[in-house]
């Protein structure tokens, strides 16, 4: 783990970002620039929030949230690598991967000429990684924050073998009522329905919420808006590279469990994530692959 006096002497910027200890072991990088501000933490490689000057926050971020080394961080954009939900074969490993409770290592920051902060982190492969996942890799993670929030992900395939991954951006967005959005996009897509045992459907008309929903559409590389009518605004997500997108919110009787989330909460978030997953990506060696995901509000 990089220590804080390092971080701040390397890759702090005056006024515009700076490195602080949010828990033991969790160390935030905070942004503010004339456009926005967020918060990044270096435990999980996760953003945790992203504000618009003078607008609502985009990203919702729990209240109730664990900042605990071991347990993931509910909220903002969770990164979901090198699979996406249980393990294929061992329910012992954890549910989407193993980087969202790892250390991310910072390897570059700088204002871009339009006064945008860009953020690089970085993970790659350990003895600690090799045992839950045994390929070599390095995994890149670019947040950049102006008017827009803009997050890439690249993994390269720095070993001998092919592998196979899949991978999300789970982000989580703040909205005034769930049962009141949509969200746009997905129009006339099939979707596996993992709350109807797996079936799968095609959309009809915007995304609309009335219970538990868990929606895994595919072959989808298309744009989402989220209609909010309460908070009067429209939050669009632009991707690149993403074949898969994933909509999700728990309602009342899956809040209540989460030890981690305010028992009413399930009205005032909705994720919706650009995957690649169902199936998955073949990463040669020595090749690499990027998804792109930009927020707009």
């Given amino acids: 783990m990089q220590q804080l006096t390092e971080l701040n002497a390397k890759f702090a910027i005056k006024g515009k970002l700076e490195f602080v200890e949010q828990a033991p072991g969790v160390v935030l990088a905070k942004i503010a620039n004339e456009f926005a501000t967020a918060t990044v933490s270096l435990y999980a490689g996760q953003v945790l929030t992203f504000q618009p000057v003078e607008a609502a926050p985009v990203l919702w971020l729990s209240e109730k ?3 605990e080394p071991g347990k993931a961080i509910r909220g903002g954009i969770p ?33 871009l000429d339009g006064g945008q902060i860009e953020l690089t982190l970085q993970i790659v492969d350990s003895e600690a990684t090799r045992a839950m996942w045994p390929h070599a890799f390095e995994l890149t993670q670019v947040i950049t924050v102006g008017e827009h929030l803009n997050v890439s992900l690249t993994t390269r395939n720095t070993g001998k073998e092919a592998f196979e991954i899949s991978e999300a951006l789970h982000t989580y967005f703040k909205v005034g ?13 099939s979707f596996l329905d993992k709350v109807d045992g797996g079936k799968e459907k095609t959309q009809s008309g915007p995304v609309r919420f009335a219970g538990e929903t868990d929606n895994v559409y595919l072959n989808t590389e298309s744009s989402n808006a989220i209609t909010d009518p309460v908070l009067e605004r429209s939050i669009i997500l632009g991707k690149t590279d993403s074949h898969t997108t994933v909509v999700w919110n728990p309602w009342v009787d899956k809040c209540a469990k989460m030890a981690d989330t305010p028992a009413d909460d399930w009205q005032h978030f909705v994720c919706v994530e650009a995957a690649n997953a169902f199936p998955g990506l073949r990463i040669e060696a020595g090749a690499s692959h990027m998804m792109q995901v930009t927020y707009m509000a």
């Avoid at 769930?178 to 129009?187: A, F, K, S, T, Y």
């Fill in 79 to 111: 990164v979901c690598w090198p699979w996406f939900g249980p393990h294929a074969s061992d329910s012992s490993k954890p549910a989407h991967g193993f980087v969202r409770t790892a250390q991310w290592d910072v390897v570059g920051s700088r204002q």
């Fill in 65 to 67: 949230a664990f900042y």
């Fill in 177 to 189: 009522d769930i049962r009141q959005i949509g969200v746009l996009g997905l129009e006339e897509t």
